[in-house]
């Protein structure tokens, strides 16, 4: 396993940033000069590719830290990603820095240019939690030409909800709402809001395929079924899963396996 921190100059950003990168590799209990085991890890083809989003209050380290997500990248013989956003739920902020932007251009090409990951759409995925969650499905939905599957846990999915929600004080949270985006009080209907953007995908023949899980203690886990009811209703190609857990590593490091699994299969 290769794990990296790598730090660049991001032209989008402008700023140096910091970047966590797996690659896996051949382990001590493989024949590594077993040319059958190292096709195995197809770094000519190009690596399937995850990139992995944080909630509020994270940054680029939360994965690494708090989950065992390199063994499982390991194990699944595929590459992570994992940025920072800080809390701007992955946006080109109205007042602020360009991270739609950065994620959806500047990343991917600084990753496919540097690592041995695949350009192709069907082996790039996205996933995230909370925020991240949030940000996987918007990232996947407004540019449904990079991603072939998108997975949400726990996810702040009601973007709406969201701010009205804060806007009433019924939920302390970091965001810089009137940063982030011009017109707050108006984002139902726009291409902030994830059923928006999923009608146009579909009316399109784009969309993404999707996964939703969310723990029945969660304190968005209501926002999280009525997404899901929406969502259904509109017919979407979308795998819900809930069980027991709240809004934590726990629940989360637990759903990254089957999401993984989920992404992988052929």
Same mark, same amino acid.
């Given at each position: 396993?290769?794990?990296?921190?790598?730090?660049?100059?991001?032209?989008? $950003?402008?700023?140096?940033?910091?970047?966590?990168?797996?690659?896996?590799?051949?382990?001590?209990?493989?024949?590594?000069?077993?040319?059958?085991?190292?096709?195995?890890?197809?770094?000519?083809?190009? $690596?399937? =590719?995850?990139?992995?989003?944080?909630?509020?209050?994270?940054?680029?380290?939360?994965?690494?830290?708090?989950?065992? =997500?390199?063994?499982?990248?390991?194990?699944?013989?595929?590459?992570?990603?994992?940025?920072?956003?800080?809390?701007?739920?992955?946006?080109?902020?109205?007042?602020?820095?360009?991270?739609?932007?950065?994620?959806?251009?500047?990343?991917?090409?600084?990753?496919?240019? =540097?690592?041995?990951?695949?350009?192709?759409?069907?082996?790039?995925?996205?996933?995230?939690?909370?925020?991240?969650?949030?940000?996987?499905?918007? $990232?996947?939905?407004?540019?449904?030409?990079?991603?072939?599957?998108?997975?949400?846990?726990?996810?702040?999915?009601?973007?709406?909800?969201?701010?009205?929600?804060?806007?009433?004080?019924?939920?302390?949270?970091?965001?810089?709402?009137?940063?982030?985006?011009?017109?707050?009080?108006?984002?139902?209907?726009?291409?902030?809001?994830?059923?928006e953007l999923y009608r146009r995908c579909q009316e399109n023949g784009t969309a993404p395929?999707?996964?939703?899980?969310?723990?029945?203690?969660?304190?968005?886990?209501?926002?999280n079924q009525e997404a899901n009811s929406r969502m259904k209703n509109m017919g979407a190609?979308?795998?819900?899963?809930?069980?027991?857990?709240?809004?934590?590593?726990?629940?989360?490091?637990?759903?990254?396996?089957?999401?993984?699994?989920?992404?992988?299969?052929?």
């Amino acid at each position: 396993m290769a794990s990296m921190n790598c730090h660049y100059y991001s032209a989008t $950003l402008k700023n140096n940033i910091s970047l966590n990168v797996v690659i896996p590799s051949p382990q001590g209990n493989e024949q590594i000069v077993d040319k059958s085991v190292q096709a195995q890890y197809g770094y000519e083809s190009g $690596l399937p =590719v995850v990139y992995l989003l944080h909630g509020a209050y994270g940054d680029y380290s939360s994965w690494m830290r708090y989950s065992n =997500v390199e063994r499982y990248a390991q194990d699944r013989r595929c590459a992570l990603v994992m940025a920072s956003a800080g809390n701007n739920f992955y946006q080109d902020m109205y007042r602020g820095l360009a991270y739609r932007k950065f994620f959806t251009e500047e990343l991917p090409t600084f990753i496919t240019s =540097v690592f041995p990951v695949s350009k192709k759409r069907e082996d790039t995925y996205i996933a995230g939690f909370s925020m991240g969650g949030y940000g996987a499905w918007y $990232l996947a939905l407004s540019t449904p030409d990079l991603y072939s599957k998108a997975a949400s846990m726990s996810g702040a999915l009601d973007i709406v909800a969201s701010y009205e929600q804060s806007a009433s004080g019924i939920i302390d949270n970091p965001f810089p709402w009137n940063d982030i985006f011009e017109h707050p009080e108006a984002l139902a209907g726009g291409d902030r809001d994830l059923f928006e953007l999923y009608r146009r995908c579909q009316e399109n023949g784009t969309a993404p395929s999707l996964y939703q899980a969310c723990g029945t203690e969660d304190f968005l886990y209501k926002m999280n079924q009525e997404a899901n009811s929406r969502m259904k209703n509109m017919g979407a190609d979308l795998i819900y899963e809930e069980g027991p857990g709240g809004h934590n590593w726990d629940f989360w490091d637990k759903y990254i396996q089957k999401i993984l699994d989920w992404m992988l299969e052929k």
